[in-house]
């Protein structure tokens, strides 16, 4: 018998299974319970000071803004897009984009070249067509 009683208490000290006790199952059941409402009310706690920071620093910046005469990124970022669909108005292709200098603008006497490339490998009664 004692040699039965010290292998239980050796598996339990060896991380083993302890024996069953409703109440203590029921009383551990319940402390997790506990527990976890109060995470939940320590991360609304968290999340509700966190808007109040964030509703003051608002503040903060919309008396920077209005001090100094500066708008909200959404603000310009709306302006600039209602200043575009007015350029665009009417149009029924997209805004035409700026052409960089020196793209576009380059002397007809390239594209002549160019031509008189092509015309001398063709035979030549083609070449007088494309000549004429």
Request: proline residues 3%; hydrophobic residues 25%.
């Amino acid at each position: 018998m004692k040699a039965l009683r010290a292998t239980k208490d050796m598996g339990k000290m060896l991380g083993g299974e302890e024996e069953k006790d409703p109440e203590a199952a029921k009383k551990k059941k319940e402390e997790e319970e506990e527990r976890q409402e109060a995470l939940r009310q320590q991360e609304e706690e968290r999340k509700e000071k966190h808007r109040k920071m964030e509703a003051e620093r608002e503040v903060v910046r919309q008396s920077i803004r209005d001090k100094y005469g500066l708008k909200k990124k959404e603000e310009k970022e709306a302006e600039e897009k209602a200043a575009m669909e007015q350029a665009c108005e009417g149009s029924l292709t997209r805004a035409k984009k700026a052409i960089p200098a020196g793209c576009g603008d380059d002397d007809d006497d390239d594209e002549e070249s160019i031509l008189d490339t092509v015309l001398k490998f063709l035979p030549g009664p083609l070449q007088d067509m494309f000549k004429k």
